[in-house]
């Protein structure tokens, strides 16, 4: 008898995790539109994009602390600088994004630049209090804005347009320009954390003293990549203005900047798309417990305890080893 040769088996190609959970993602950010009820469309689309906008400001985070190791309490000052600047622009009749949103990148991103070359000159609790002093500075100066409406806030008279044209004013295509500046912050992210710029800068993470005797200026690589995150915390600002159509000193208080960081752990650190699970997770837990009682954050802080003490890695993390705990 003559042997037959045995039947050749494929491998099975794995595709990386950092790869497909992304892709799933966005896949389904992007179809929600197309499959939300008519009835309910208009509030899942204001809640989907209320996610969004967190989920950006919470990637911008994640690039500080996942990555750099850099513990900031006061990301919620760019947010507020963001959501400020379209504030103020429509107060006196400025409502064009095409001036709008460079101002309110060059505001956060100049705010960062003045105070990270102060913050980043200390290390751990240190930083984590210069941060945070910075961020209500911030928040006291807007609060003492009587022009601009103080404690009150500042309604914002509609929502910018787009070289004349009022694309962000049909929800739909609005849930749409959210959801382009949401990848692109992600992908922008991505792009910088694999290029030599991110190698050295998670190294100084790792051991700075080490990355510095190799000549490379770490001060300089984390100040940057604080400039870079506070810019894309006035992006998500500048969003946030126009989703809500007003802005308020309560968008850049100590506890927002408290809610990113919970975002940022409960989502997974060091993984980016890990932060916009941890945007969905918190604002839609936040969405049913309200929902519940007045006093959901009694039930919602016992929860943040579970998570962190038996879900290390946050959601990322815990669906990691689930998966692994399968095969």
Known sequence: MVALPAPTVQPRVRWPTDIVVPLMIFVAFGALPLVAGFGAKAYILALFGRIMIFAIAAIALDLLIGYGGL??????????????????????????????????????????????????????V???????????????????LAPYGGDDGLTVASRNTIAGFAVM?????????????????????????ASRFGRVFRGARENAARVASLGYNVFRYQLVAYVIAGAFGGVSGFLLANATEFVSPAYMSWQRSGELVIMVLMGGLGTLYGAILGAAAFVLAEEWLSGLTEHWKMIFGPLLILIVLFARGGLVGAAGRLSRAKL
């Open 71 to 124: 513990i900031s309490f006061g990301h919620a000052a760019f947010v507020g600088l963001g959501a400020y600047a379209v504030g103020i622009l429509s107060a006196h009749g400025i409502t064009d994004a095409l001036i709008a949103l460079p101002i309110a990148l060059v505001a956060a991103a100049l705010f960062g630049l003045a105070t990270g070359a102060v913050c980043l000159r200390t290390r751990g």
């Open 169 to 193: 004013r049909d929800e739909q295509s609005f849930y749409y320009v959210v959801f382009g500046f949401l990848v692109a912050s992600y992908l922008l992210c991505r792009a910088l954390i």
């Open 126 to 144: 240190y930083f984590i209090m210069i941060t945070l002093a910075f961020s209500q500075m911030v928040f006291f100066t807007a609060s003492s």
